[in-house]
């Protein structure tokens, strides 16, 4: 599965999505890309998008889009505070659904 993560997360954080493809928005060239662009752009080439952002789903049109978001809520982005999350991802990667967020928290 090929994951996107959002620039305001730590990059070390890929290193924990063991056989899945993952890249960062700096990563694509995409730093500093509004929202709807940036979804625009990801739905092309990725499955699953990952952000802190968790006003994206009232700002975008989700379900217009051909690919599943997942909002990580932790106290902050700190890699330290959104690593515990990576499980939980990992445990439902292969039933998040297309055009819809899906929120993961502590």
Do not use: Y
Not at 15 to 42: C, S, Y
Not at 65 to 85: E, F
């Amino acid at each position: 599965m090929k994951l996107l993560l959002d620039e305001c997360i730590d990059r070390k954080l890929t290193r924990e999505f063991i056989d899945h493809e993952v890249r960062t928005v700096p990563q694509m060239g995409w730093a500093g890309i509004k929202n709807g662009q940036l979804l625009t752009l990801a739905e092309a080439e990725f499955d699953v998008f990952i952000t802190v952002d968790r006003n994206l789903s009232f700002q975008q049109n989700l379900p217009q889009l051909d690919i599943a978001v997942i909002v990580l809520q932790a106290t902050s982005n700190r890699l330290a505070d959104l690593k515990p999350l990576v499980p939980k991802v990992l445990a439902i990667l292969a039933t998040v659904a297309k055009g819809q967020a899906t929120f993961i928290n502590v």
